[in-house]
């Protein structure tokens, strides 16, 4: 562990402690009761001991090491595992709106979608390291930018939340490319979770996802919107500037277009839930001012019903 942060920055040390605690948080009263899989691994390569926790099968118990020691473990073995979960967090340039300007420099604010994205992933990968399932984790703009591949040892947790404090936006999206690399790298069937604004096309989106399905993923969008994007509430000629491609904005009449945006925004939302309803790719469009613990609690229920 202390290695690990001291190859952070002072800042980055700051972001781990506080994404960390807000994940234990987000946690407290969602871990009970949650599933327990049936498709357990059948490996012989033995891993380590962990501890017996309540539910856990008594016949992985090391008996042996109860004599010596007072304490139930169990014995876990390489390929032991409830699931294998993939998170893929979009970095894009999109992924920005809702950083507030302070004094002319760029400041995180609680309201925009990369940290809420960020603060997302780190409850989720919480949640499946505490029920000892495997995850893994990407970052991609329009290239893949990191890779973690799916690991339940118990310090993997924070090698996850290491990368995630350390991630930042690009330039432009391309997420149908990007999920098709990754795809690739998927070789076992388990959970694929992306969090994205999912600002794509969405036919091509849609096909992507429909891609990760078809290896049997259970394949989850986390569509994360800023409230602005939903309710256009710009008044008045207004400077708009890309978020992916530098040095490009328009000034607009803010209310002479924003019916035309709200008829396009409608027609692309409406596709894409088409798209994944069709394919069985479950889809939840949350809005970052809304706490990451109460959409993840509709996820898991969801989940359980199903």
């Known amino acids: 562990m202390s290695m690990l942060l001291g190859s952070l920055t002072a800042e980055e040390r700051e972001k781990f402690v506080r994404l960390q605690w807000i994940a234990n948080q987000a946690m407290e009263g969602l871990t009970s009761g949650i599933h327990r899989s049936p498709h357990l691994g059948f490996s012989i390569e033995f891993k380590e001991h962990r501890a017996y926790v309540p539910g856990d099968d008594l016949r992985s118990v090391d008996w042996k090491l109860f004599g010596k020691t007072d304490r139930l473990y169990i014995r876990q073995f390489e390929d032991e595992t409830n699931l294998r979960v993939h998170l893929l967090l979009d970095q894009s340039g999109s992924m920005r709106y809702g950083v507030k300007s302070t004094r002319g420099e760029k400041t995180p604010s609680s309201s925009g979608k990369h940290e809420y994205a960020v603060q997302f992933a780190a409850c989720l990968a919480y949640l499946f390291v505490r029920q000892h399932d495997a995850v893994g984790l990407a970052l991609f703009d329009q290239q893949l930018r990191g890779y973690l591949p799916p690991r339940s040892r118990p310090n993997h947790l924070q090698h996850v939340l290491a990368m995630l404090v350390q991630s930042h936006c690009g330039g432009e999206t ?24 999912g600002f794509d096309k969405p036919e091509s989106l849609v096909r992507s996802l429909t891609n990760l399905r078809a290896k049997h993923n259970e394949v ?19 400077q708009f500037e890309s978020l992916e491609i530098a040095g490009e904005s328009r000034l607009l009449d803010a209310v002479a277009i924003r019916a035309s945006y709200l008829r396009r925004l409608e027609a692309f939302q409406q596709q894409l839930a088409d798209g994944c309803q069709r394919n069985r790719i479950r889809r939840i469009t949350c809005t970052t001012d809304q706490p990451p613990s109460a959409v993840l609690a509709t996820l898991l229920e969801q989940r359980e019903a199903h």
């Open 220 to 238: 989850v969008l986390i569509q994360i919107l800023h409230p602005d994007e939903l309710t256009f509430p710009f008044r008045g000629r207004t």
């Open 174 to 197: 391309d997420l149908s490319s990007v999920l098709d690399e990754l795809a690739s790298k998927i070789r076992r069937r388990g959970v694929v979770i992306v969090l994205s604004d």
